[in-house]
Nanobody, 114 residues
Framework: QVQLVESGGGLVEPGGSLRLSCATS????????MGWYRQAPGKQREVVGI???????NYADSVKGRFTISRDNGNIAVYLQMNKLKPEDTAVYYC????????WGQGTQVTVSS
């Protein structure tokens, strides 16, 4: 059974940085896609960024130049480096992975506030 577990969320001041990690287990092969989504209170879940197995990455316009996704060499973990955080980045962040179906983590809260 595939499991995704996020860590690294928390409270940070505007302009600060956080690094989210997502560890996976239960997959016999690397994932075709891995990345991150987020959901703010009262809003729909939205994509933050997705990286393919080959390394191609696409980001939401709202985070381009501030957030960076990376995957480990075995493609079994994915990270989200978030810099220059803004209050509007406050949300629950979800790890995402896809092979034949979609897999989701349980989410980790990121709060940007002074």
């Amino acid at each position: 059974q595939v499991q995704l577990v996020e860590s690294g969320g928390g409270l940070v001041e505007p302009g600060g940085s956080l690094r989210l990690s997502c560890a996976t287990s239960g997959s016999s092969s690397s994932f075709l896609l891995m990345g991150w989504y987020r959901q703010a209170p009262g809003k729909q879940r939205e994509v933050v960024g997705i990286m393919s197995r080959g390394g191609t990455t696409n980001y939401a316009d709202s985070v381009k130049g501030r957030f960076t996704i990376s995957r480990d060499n075995g493609n079994i973990a994915v990270y989200l480096q978030m810099n220059k955080l803004k209050p509007e980045d406050t949300a629950v962040y979800y790890c995402y992975a896809r092979n034949d179906i979609d897999y989701w983590g349980q989410g980790t809260q990121v709060t940007v506030s002074s």
